[in-house]
């Protein structure tokens, strides 16, 4: 396999652990980094023994020499990067939130498409091992077909600290977390043909919503609840933990608090461990964040070489990005939104 020259622009908080992960794919590797801060630039470049650095991403692109992008910027500045990126024929994977708008999303869908390259939206929580194991016991058919599930991450942790512009928003939670809960729920139960939110800012420090309660319609006929919080103090920080209940005509799937995974069939209930690998680089309670980057970027190498479609291409986001999108539409108006119609 000849390893894959990728450049990645945005050199911040979550950057760092792309950076660590990337060192440990195998088949690609980072050659370059941009960040139009400096200090971040040379803290990265020191770190990881980067020699290439930009403060101009189209400086960059000027001098190419790299396979794929890697755009780890906050979301103002994804659609102008990703069509920088399609304008020079170079794969571009991008953080989540995908765009500020669903009409930018769909730009950046069809920017890479007519462009030929592959685009990939960095939605890491389903390549959790946590999130994959549940996803193996449906496939394994013990529980029968779905017809119920809640997928929920109620948290009080301090997710400012590491991330003050989550506290300066007009919108929050479901756009930062929740859009990777909805993911999950996608991934677990379907696409989704409606929506009804309701939503709460609790926390009087910050500009958005910090309490979400989402109902979804699946198109297999499955209902779904999806809660997120960051506004709940509990006995036992669960942070970063999805929950999971899913019942099925035979039996019954949760995944609960530490990891633990209950699957209950007609033979009874097995218990499992499915707890992430700290990988070492990684820290608690990061760690299943942290792998499942590794996963997904993993993913990503393999996907580049053979031409194969990612699990999280940007056609598929558009997907879980209309499900944000349509939260925000219904918390706003009461009534339930036709996510169809939206994608339409
Ligand atoms: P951050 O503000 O710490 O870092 C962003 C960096 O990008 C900054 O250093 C900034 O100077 C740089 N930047 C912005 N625009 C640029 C441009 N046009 N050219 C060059 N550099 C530019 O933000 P963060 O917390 O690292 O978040 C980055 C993204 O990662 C966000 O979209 C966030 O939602 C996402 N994120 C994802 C996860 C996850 O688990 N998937 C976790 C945390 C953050
Ligand atoms: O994944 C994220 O985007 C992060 C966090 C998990 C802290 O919400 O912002």
């Known amino acids: 396999m000849t ?13 760092v652990n792309q950076m660590h992960a990337w060192q440990d794919v195998a088949g690609a590797g980072i050659v370059a980094i941009c960040d139009r801060d400096p200090e971040r630039l040379k803290v990265v470049g020191d770190q990881f023994g980067i020699s290439r650095r930009y403060s101009d991403a189209a400086e960059m692109f000027a001098d190419g020499g790299f396979d794929f992008v890697d755009i780890a910027t906050t979301v103002s500045s ?16 991008c953080q989540k939130p995908f765009a500020k708008t669903l ?20 939605e890491n929580f ?9 996803r193996k016991a449906l496939d394994a058919g013990v529980i029968g077909t779905p017809f119920w599930g809640r997928l929920s ?26 859009i990777h809960t909805l993911d999950i729920a996608r991934f677990l139960l379907g696409d989704v043909k409606a ?24 198109e297999s006929g499955v209902t779904s609840v999806v809660d997120v919080s960051y506004a709940t103090k509990q006995s036992v920080e669960p942070f970063p933990e999805t929950l999971v209940e899913i019942d099925g005509s035979e039996g019954s799937i949760r995944l609960l608090q ?87």
């Not at 894959?4 to 911040?12: D, F, H, P, Y």
């Not at 389903?126 to 549940?134: E, L, Y």
């Not at 600290?161 to 929050?172: K, M, T, V």
């Not at 500009?207 to 699946?218: C, I, S």
């Open 3 to 15: 390893e894959l020259r990728g450049a990645l622009i945005g050199c911040g908080f979550f950057a």
């Open 78 to 93: 994804h659609r102008a990067l990703v069509e920088l990126a399609a304008r020079h024929k170079v794969p571009a994977i």
């Open 103 to 122: 009409d930018d999303a769909k730009a950046m869908v069809a920017a890479c498409k007519s462009a030929g390259v592959p685009l990939m939206i960095h």
């Open 126 to 134: 389903r390549w959790q091992t946590p999130i994959q194991a549940v």
């Open 153 to 178: 991450f109620r948290s009080g942790y301090d997710v400012f600290s590491g991330q003050p512009y989550l506290a300066e928003g007009e919108r929050f939670i479901i756009e930062d977390l929740g």
């Open 195 to 218: 929506m009804t939110a309701r939503t709460m800012r609790v926390n009087p420090a910050i500009k958005g919503e910090d309490v979400a309660t989402m109902l979804l319609d699946h």
């Open 258 to 344: 530490g990891y633990r995974l209950e699957v209950t069939g007609r033979d009874g209930t097995q218990t499992s461990d499915v707890a992430p690998t700290l990988l070492p680089w990684a820290s608690r309670p990061w760690h299943n964040i942290q792998e499942s980057v590794f996963a997904i970027q993993q993913h990503w190498a393999e996907q580049l070489q053979t031409g194969g479609e990612t699990s999280t291409s940007g056609e598929d986001n558009l997907k879980t990005f209309a499900l944000v999108e349509a939260a925000y539409e219904s918390a706003a108006s009461g009534s339930t939104i036709d996510v169809k119609a939206m994608l339409a």
